[in-house]
């Protein structure tokens, strides 16, 4: 029997999980945030590290009994500071948002200058934006996309930071297809005497893997999420220069949090242990290249690519405009279709964010089963037929039988159809 707690216990929350797990195997997964976790991380996640307190630090606890969890934070600490080359790692923060409201917290005081991009050209909810406590708290001023290129414009950036002299930029986003240029922010955050902090939830995996520039040691402070390209559990990290350590610490506790997460410590553990292997980098490298070769099948099918392509994980395009529907009603036809998507702004979009003009993609969950260039060429096609049929529901149920069909010789690490029936 699979699951035979949750059969005896909770039945219905059993069914959900299988019936997940198997919306999880039958779909093409393109939501860039999200993957597989392997079962190595499912397994740390699901383990009796959840019963533990353990407020404080190794070696410096407020309750009795941590000769294991201190073991596995350090083993958690050391491998994020030699993943990401930086002196010092928190691995305690609950998720990305709070570890970058911790990052605020130990560098600023309420109402000191932010910049990051704004949340419709890509940024994220914590980077500053109005309805955020980053937007509250703090005198945010955003900087955007070049309107021609839909591209950072660094020079644009020094401009305004020179202006408006603010005590932290922030780079790193949630909704932007192009190599970001880390050094460049270096040199604007020195002119102005501003701290460097790099939120690389995105593209974590891709650093780690060789496929994208590092932002470190050259950033003050990183924060990233271990969920995404990452593959681990839902949670996230902090690292930064030693001369920040303390304060990071203290913000997180007893500044922000109380007990750590400690299943969730175990499992970054195992996904950074993961991530340093040889094969991490070839599914590294293969995000990208599949990413740019679903890319290329999308452009040949006449959809507008924000910024016309992609150097990442990560398709924007524009639908509205192009193609005559709103993101939100594509998002939902390429749902129909086993296509899951999220609808997004795009840099300058007139419309809300809760029904935008485009929609965004990513390669991480595909790539994760294997998929690979042939594959993205498919999956382009249909995502074009279902643009041109998406008032058609029977086109759109034969399309999600032919994914659910492709998706059986693509086992999702993490699950076992196996388990179904037993
Ligand atoms: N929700 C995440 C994303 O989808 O990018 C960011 O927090």
Known sequence: MYLPGLAQTDPEIRDLIIAEEKREWEKVRLIPSENYASS????????????KY???YPGKRYYE?????????????DR??????MEHANVQPYSGSPANMTVYHALLEHGDTIMGLALPHGGHLTHGWKVNFSGKSYHSVPYELDPATELLNYDKILEQAKEVKPKLIIAGYTAYPRTIDFAKFREICDAVG?????????ITGLIIGGAHPSPFPMADTGTTTSHKTLRGPRGALIVSRKEYAEKIDKAIIPGLQGGPHNHTTAAIAVALKE??????????QQVVRNAKALAEELNANGFRLVSGGTDNHLILFETLKSKGISGRDAAKAFDKAGIVTNCNTVPFDPSSPFNPAGVRIGTPAITSRGMKEPEMKKIGKWMNEVIEHHADEQVLARIAAEVK???QSFPCPGINPGNWES
């Open 405 to 407: 069909e492709m998706c």
């Open 54 to 56: 353990s407020e404080g």
């Open 40 to 51: 190595a991380v499912m397994e740390a996640t699901g383990s009796v590290f959840t019963n």
């Open 80 to 85: 994020a500071k030699k993943i990401f080359g």
């Open 275 to 284: 991530a340093s292997t040889p094969e991490f980098k070839q599914y590294a």
């Open 65 to 77: 009994g941590q000769q294991l969890t201190d073991r596995v934070e350090n083993l958690a600490i």
């Open 194 to 202: 501003a701290f460097f902090h790099a939120d690389i939830s995105h």
